[in-house]
């Protein structure tokens, strides 16, 4: 198969890379290097199993580009700061929201089969029950990154219900692991490189969310797509249970030998405007294609604390 | 109250318009006019109570140029043609959800507290129970038109997260009456108008939805907004039953006197690709706050074709 992944060169995308060439796959891969790194895929460029586009998703022009020959895409590029759309609002809306309809109108003009969209739990909401389905509604996402998962979910959908896509759809919970290049953990062991002493957590620390490892967020993905085939593949992905980012600072605190670092709270009971206190997807639908993760929440936080320790170059204490 | 109404020269708009100026409201209206028409609204021009603007909710800065003193929007501009997206994809894109950007974005500069939203029951796809209640999930829009409606509740919800606006999105059932512009019974009539001897029905006239007339369409929505006070609240605008398109040819051919018509069925389960079959909102919800809908379906049609008959000027025989 030939498989085109938008942020190839990132965090989830350089892990489903390794497997997709790993079965055998050609491997086109586009991406911009903003967030990206080529060191995550610059093997398999080497061996000529992957070929990177360096362009941008929002630029219709390098999406065409992109897609001759392709069977699937998997379409992971995407703003990976949440945060962001609390002081700057089009981000999202060109990085996600455009950015999909770039991916879905070229594959329309390229008769491109088949598509899988890294969407996300926080489409969700945050009144949503937990754990949360994926019949839950409304979903009424309360981050601008949120809005444009979901609105990335609609145009896939839209594209399945006129244009005759196939589309599988995955809600991801926070996906941890090697390589990351954001998120809390990340941001946690740069804070302890610039000050081992102190540690500041956004929020009062109670935010209790559900964390999936990268190897098996992936390893999903490529399950579902073999196990369901309707014209519309809708899944959450998540894990089994949830960890506390109070309880990811001390792993963390622990993990890197800094034992004397104070844990400071910032209060209030969310880390910013938009952010989801609590977040847990109900897995039900994922486990019944057969699949299970290999790691809980806190494995893989410990995991992903390890090997960020290294990636990120603190010395342990 | 000063009120900002987008698409205020179109079929909703007018007539949301006259209450609001009925009940005491200055009326700001943005519209370019493209399928609204400015004799709806001319009287409340020349009383000074309405003010104009012809502008384009797709350009930002007449966006902001409308904004300046606004307590609420109503945003019901938006490209009126489902069916376009079959044939042009990045219609509903620009005139639906980048239009919806601009407006909260351009509300979010001027502090523009409070929004109502036009959304539509064709959010919910095509494989939703019906009557389909609020609560429904996953939303999956089959067509380009209702993956805009979906991208713009996702863009005011995440308003509400991050920014603090205060929203009413309300999901209409099929809007019909006086000063329509388009949709199925005015399509019958002009069909009717050029040929009265036969009328061509795209389907196989089994597709089955829910009408509701614009007078207790505009009634309801500003009944909610007086009733309802959460930072977001979204209901379903509807009636009681259904009708099938069959039915409505059958009623437009009885209303315009075009006795012999022969009616055709193109045949297929559906108008085009993206209509949805069978449509019915569950209305619990709105019937909770105390509003009723005072015409049920079948009159509602009857009502809208007799009504349309005269605008258009087809001769009844």
């Known amino acids: 198969m030939r498989a085109l992944v938008t942020g190839g060169a990132g965090f989830i995308g350089s892990h489903l890379i390794d497997r997709l060439i790993g079965r055998g796959d050609q491997v086109v891969i586009i ?3 903003s967030s990206g790194n080529v060191s995550f895929i610059q093997h398999h460029l080497d061996s000529g199993k992957a070929t990177l586009i360096h362009g941008d998703v929002t630029v219709f022009d390098d999406v065409m580009g992109a897609m001759a020959g392709i069977d699937c895409v998997f379409h992971l590029a995407a703003n ?3 945060r962001l759309g609390t002081r700057i609002t089009d981000t999202d809306l060109k990085q996600g929201t455009l950015a999909t309809y770039n991916i879905v109108e070229a594959m329309r003009r390229n008769d491109v089969p088949k598509i899988a969209f890294a969407s996300s739990s926080v489409v969700y909401g945050e009144d949503a029950p937990l754990p949360t389905p994926e019949t839950h509604g409304p979903c009424l996402p309360i981050s601008l990154y949120g809005a444009s998962k979901q609105a990335g979910e609609g145009l896939i959908s839209s594209w399945v219900g006129t244009f005759g896509l196939q589309a599988y759809i995955f809600r991801f919970a926070n996906i ?4 990351g290049t954001h998120g809390v953990i990340f941001d946690f062991i740069h804070k302890l ?3 081992p002493s102190r540690l500041e957590v956004l929020g009062n620390g109670m935010q209790e969310k559900s964390y999936m490892e990268v190897g098996d967020c992936v390893e999903g993905i490529l399950h579902v797509m073999s196990s369901a085939d309707a014209p519309l593949n809708l899944y959450n992905l998540g894990s089994h249970d949830t960890a506390s ?8 605190v622990e993990t890197t030998g800094c034992h004397g670092a104070k ?3 910032t209060g209030g009971d ?7 206190p609590r977040a847990m997807l109900g897995i039900e639908k994922m486990l019944s294609t057969g699949f299970d993760v290999r790691y809980n929440s806190e494995e893989a936080i410990r995991h992903t604390a390890l090997a960020l320790i290294e990636e990120i170059g603190l010395d342990r204490r």
């Open 31 to 33: 991406d911009n290097l």
């Open 80 to 82: 990976p700061d949440i």
């Open 176 to 179: 941890i692991g090697t390589r």
């Open 193 to 195: 490189k610039n000050d």
């Open 245 to 252: 980012v109070r309880r990811i600072a001390e792993i963390v």
């Open 263 to 265: 844990i400071e709270y």
């Open 270 to 276: 969310r880390g910013w405007a938009g952010d989801i």
